[in-house]
């Protein structure tokens, strides 16, 4: 699977499936945009799982990557992220309109996912692509102060 799409402002975006040489740069990326990282050994058993593991690169440079999991019809979106340098510029939306069109292909029919509350950035794009909260996990995420909740949110990929 390979695919090249653009925006105006940005330079092409390589989205590829992730290999096991790239888990370091992975691994990098996660621990500079979330306060509570995955480690190495987390994304390393996505590989192993064989969940679908996916970058997307700029001129050779890792700035993105996503691990979906799914199961017969449907899929969860276990992490997502964009380099910080690269956030603000459209690589999130494009990426998650990849996956979207991805797992349509694959006759997905929801996609979940989990967000922090405190997470508006992201929780604005999940709305912006007609996410929908279908509940609430308490104390899912470690906080810095105890636990944080999270929203359960889904998106029928059979509706747009
Ligand atoms: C969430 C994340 C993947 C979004 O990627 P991004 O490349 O920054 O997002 P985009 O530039 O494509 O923006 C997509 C939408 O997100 C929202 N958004 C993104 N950055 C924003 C900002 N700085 N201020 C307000 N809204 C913002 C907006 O709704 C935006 O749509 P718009 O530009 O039409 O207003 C990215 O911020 C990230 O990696 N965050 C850290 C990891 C994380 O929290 N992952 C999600 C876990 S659930």
Known sequence: MSAVLAVPQLPPIQWQPLREEDMADVAAIEASVYVFPWTIGNFRDSLLSGYQCTGGWIQGELIAYAIVMTALEEAHLLNIAVASRWQGRGVGALFLQHLIEDL?????????????PSNTHARQMYDRFGFRQLGLRRDYYPAVTGREDALFLGLNLGEN
């Not at 349509?104 to 922090?116: D, F, G």
């Open 104 to 116: 349509r292909k694959q006759q997905i029919e929801m996609l979940y996912l989990e967000v922090r």
